[in-house]
């Protein structure tokens, strides 16, 4: 890890979270992308002996929200939740959650401390969003030949109607192709997935 850029981040988290933190990007793949944690080593062991990960309510805020919230708050929005009656006991009694949404792609960073004031936000969603940029992992086969096709055409100006003639195809096909490719890519619009497809050089 001699990324100055990543170092930068953590270093950031480290500041804000002087008992230990966690970064998961991409909680919604079956194995997250990249995980860096800084816990108390007795924590981490505990949490992975009791198989935490499934019941931790920072993933589920983070699954299902974006934005911050703190430990005593979800430790109100979840009375009976192991994880949250017994980090204390580690060491870990107030602490934050921040989550964000990148490409369709959720990341977390989870810090014990002092709760973290609302100035502080847009410093820590910047670099728990460069933690998501290096890490993130996109696959090119994701995204099949025909998809691909749509995609590049798309890139080249081409509309609809003109791709349907160039592939020889109905233009509800190519509005199919192109649909799909968003649902993978998690983008919306012609031009962001033609931006996500050249940044992460899936055409």
Same mark, same amino acid.
């Given at each position: 890890?001699?990324?100055?850029?990543? /170092?930068?981040?953590?270093?950031?988290?480290?500041?804000?979270?002087?008992?230990?933190?966690?970064?998961?990007?991409? /909680?919604?793949?079956?194995?997250?992308?990249?995980?860096?944690?800084? *816990?108390?080593?007795?924590?981490?062991?505990? *949490?992975?002996?009791?198989?935490?990960?499934?019941?931790?309510?920072?993933?589920?805020?983070?699954?299902?929200?974006? $934005?911050?919230?703190?430990?005593?708050?979800?430790?109100?929005? *979840?009375?009976?939740?192991?994880?949250?009656?017994?980090?204390?006991?580690?060491?870990?009694?107030?602490?934050?959650?921040?989550?964000?949404?990148?490409? $369709?792609?959720?990341?977390?960073?989870? $810090?014990?401390?002092?709760?973290?004031?609302?100035?502080?936000?847009?410093?820590?969603?910047?670099?728990?969003?460069?933690?998501?940029?290096?890490?993130?992992?996109?696959?090119?086969?994701?995204?099949?030949?025909?998809?691909?096709?749509?995609?590049?055409? /798309?890139?080249?100006?081409?509309?609809?109607?003109?791709?349907?003639?160039?592939?020889?195809?109905?233009?509800?096909?190519?509005?199919?192709?192109?649909?799909?490719?968003?649902?993978?890519?998690?983008?919306?619009?012609?031009?962001?997935?033609?931006?996500?497809?050249?940044?992460?050089?899936?055409?």
């Amino acid at each position: 890890m001699d990324d100055p850029l990543e /170092l930068a981040c953590l270093d950031t988290f480290r500041s804000v979270s002087p008992t230990g933190f966690a970064i998961v990007v991409n /909680l919604g793949a079956k194995e997250f992308d990249w995980v860096h944690m800084e *816990y108390p080593e007795p924590w981490v062991e505990h *949490y992975v002996e009791n198989d935490f990960i499934n019941i931790d309510p920072t993933i589920t805020f983070a699954q299902s929200e974006i $934005g911050h919230i703190s430990w005593s708050k979800l430790a109100a929005d *979840y009375p009976n939740n192991q994880v949250m009656m017994e980090s204390p006991k580690f060491g870990l009694g107030e602490g934050n959650t921040l989550s964000v949404s990148i490409n $369709g792609r959720r990341s977390l960073a989870s $810090g014990a401390g002092p709760v973290w004031p609302k100035s502080l936000l847009p410093r820590l969603v910047l670099a728990l969003g460069t933690l998501h940029r290096i890490h993130a992992r996109y696959e090119a086969a994701k995204l099949n030949p025909k998809m691909t096709e749509v995609i590049t055409l /798309l890139a080249n100006g081409f509309r609809d109607q003109e791709i349907a003639a160039k592939l020889g195809v109905k233009i509800e096909t190519v509005r199919t192709r192109r649909n799909s490719a968003y649902a993978k890519t998690g983008t919306k619009t012609p031009a962001h997935l033609v931006a996500t497809c050249l940044r992460e050089g899936l055409i």
